[in-house]
Nanobody, 121 residues
Framework: QVQLVESGGGLVQPGGSLRLSCLAS?????????MRWYRQAPGKQRDLVAT???????NYADSVKGRFTIFRDNAKNTVYLQMNSLKPEDTAVYYC??????????????WGQGTQVTISS
């Protein structure tokens, strides 16, 4: 059984910073490939925010380029999203996504439960 658990969300003022974490856990994990952060604002579709491949290459949505940084610690099976210069429009539930090769289910995609980020003064 593979689980993704996000943490680090909260309420911050515009211009502030937050760091989200997502831990992939499960005794059957063999390899974690691409990891991604998505977000979904109320009444809107879920959008891709940032991607990091297994080798470390990254991609960002235009709306967060220069403000957000995705990075990973493979030894800890954890992906992070450092969010700086936060804006009210960054308010959303942030979801972690990962492609995981596990003994039991082979290679498949997993989602975390989401963590709320609210930017407000």
């Amino acid at each position: 059984q593979v689980q993704l658990v996000e943490s680090g969300g909260g309420l911050v003022q515009p211009g502030g910073s937050l760091r989200l974490s997502c831990l992939a856990s499960g005794s059957t994990i063999i390899t974690i490939y691409t990891m991604r952060w998505y977000r979904q604002a109320p009444g809107k579709q879920r959008d891709l925010v940032a991607t990091i491949a297994g080798g470390g290459s990254t991609n960002y949505a235009d709306s967060v380029k220069g403000r957000f940084t995705i990075f990973r610690d493979n030894a800890k099976n954890t992906v992070y999203l450092q969010m700086n210069s936060l804006k009210p429009e960054d308010t959303a539930v942030y979801y972690c996504n990962a492609e995981v090769w596990a003994v039991v289910n082979g290679k498949r995609e997993y989602w975390g439960q989401g963590t709320q980020v609210t930017i407000s003064s």
